[in-house]
């Protein structure tokens, strides 16, 4: 028999406020998104020991995984993490398959040529700024070739941003995918990683995810199960997020939230009758 079909949808938070520390049970000091990674890790562990222990799932049936990041401080405030993080191992390692950066490029290069055409002047000062004048005092030769250089840099220094504005397509794993590329990608969402800390826009978020959903459902098995695991420190800076929560259970989606502070908000070993 084989397992019903899910897709989990995770909503990590990596803003600022999750960069603080916290203690874990062995009261080691970390920040909380290197919790987060660690979470993942044994999440994957796990799954990887429970597969392995049982019969492997119908490949037509599988466990899908999809996952939004909010709180970026570059490009989009909230993107789909795992086309974020194949862009960051792009940069990085020169792992592109899907051409994603050199399309890019191109276009930047296109672009900065047709406005070449018409002012060679402009294009100078827009990117080089006042160190453009000098090259008044070159050849017409030497200035162009500056020029061609300028132009490299400013590409390579900004292509990021358009690639992220760029890559709004969905991007869905199996969890036996996630795991080869986890190893690769995790330092994607380090603490130090430039690209994280801003606020805390936990209702886009949610919007995003319930439209993901809703394209996931189209596109799934019949009788699959939904979930969205949430992990954020809670401090919403874009509104109450509780009326964008409730429009995604009321699409049959099961939302399981994780709460990450640095205080004891329960009394531990307390098993309640009702919710607090």
């Known amino acids: 028999m084989s397992a019903t079909p899910c897709t989990v949808g995770l909503a990590l938070d990596v803003s600022g406020s999750m960069q603080g520390s916290i203690l874990n049970s062995r009261h080691e000091e970390f920040s909380r998104l290197e919790g987060l990674q660690n979470a993942i890790d044994s999440l994957l562990q796990e799954v990887e020991r429970l597969t392995s222990a049982s019969k492997p799932l119908d490949t037509g049936r599988p466990l899908r995984v999809f996952a939004y990041a909010f709180g970026l401080n570059k490009g989009p405030t909230t993107g789909d993490l795992f086309r974020l993080l194949q862009i960051f191992d792009a940069l990085k390692n020169g ?129 699959s199960k939904y979930v969205l695991f949430t992990v954020s420190d809670g401090q919403s800076t874009d509104g109450d997020p509780r009326s964008e929560a409730r429009a995604i259970e009321d699409l049959g989606i099961q939302i399981v939230s994780c709460f990450v502070t640095s205080t004891d908000e329960t009394a531990p070993k307390c098993l309640y009758e009702h919710p607090s």
Request: some cysteine; proline content about 3%.
């Open 95 to 223: 792992n592109d398959p899907e051409g994603i950066i050199d399309c890019e490029v191109n276009k930047m290069r296109v672009e900065i040529e047709r406005r070449l055409k018409y002012d060679e002047r402009e294009v100078a000062i827009s990117i080089m700024g006042s160190r453009a004048y000098r090259l008044l005092s070159m050849s017409r030769k030497e200035a162009e070739s500056v020029l061609r250089r300028e132009i490299e840099d400013y590409i390579r220094q900004n292509v990021l941003d358009r690639v992220l504005e760029s890559a709004r397509s969905d991007l869905t794993l199996s969890f036996e995918e996630l795991a080869e590329r986890w190893g690769r990608i995790r330092g994607g969402i380090a603490a130090s990683n430039s690209f994280l800390g801003d606020g805390t826009p936990m209702c886009q978020c949610l919007s995003l995810i319930r439209d993901r959903f809703v394209r996931e459902r189209a596109s799934g098995p019949p009788g």
